[in-house]
């Protein structure tokens, strides 16, 4: 399995960006997609996960109200929409697959989001 993250770029507060999550190399059919990011000296915080295929989402409270997360199930592409972005949105992000039932966890090697004005 692997995912790769893409979309990552310079923003200004309150702009929205939206980064993909491309998933490849399996064929079960349930699996989460989380997204996590990271800031250097801090641990990695859980920004929003996407259950499939059910659809059940949940977002971290620092981006809940901000953040979409989708989906595109033919291309196993998920992704994260950033809505009025601010400056501690600033990060790398990264996506994870988790299928408990097969104990797999795939890691992109993760986008940089900076939120500067």
């Known amino acids: 399995v692997q995912v790769v993250e893409s979309g990552g770029a310079s923003v200004q507060p309150g702009e929205s960006l939206t980064l993909s999550c491309a998933a490849s190399?399996?064929?079960?059919?349930?699996?989460?997609v989380n997204w996590y990011r990271q800031v250097p000296g801090k641990e990695r915080e859980l920004v929003a996960t996407?259950?499939?295929?059910?659809?059940?989402?949940s977002f971290g409270d620092s981006v809940k109200g901000r953040f979409t997360i989708s989906e595109d199930r033919a291309k196993k592409v998920v992704y994260l929409r950033m809505n009025r972005v601010e400056f501690e949105d600033t990060a790398v992000y990264f996506c994870?697959?988790?299928?408990?039932?097969?104990?797999?966890?795939?890691w992109g090697r993760g986008t940089q989001v900076t939120v500067s004005s």
């Open positions: 190399g399996f064929t079960f059919r349930y699996y989460d």
């Open positions: 996407l259950k499939i295929p059910s659809g059940d989402r």
């Open positions: 994870n697959l988790i299928n408990p039932t097969l104990r797999l966890s795939a």
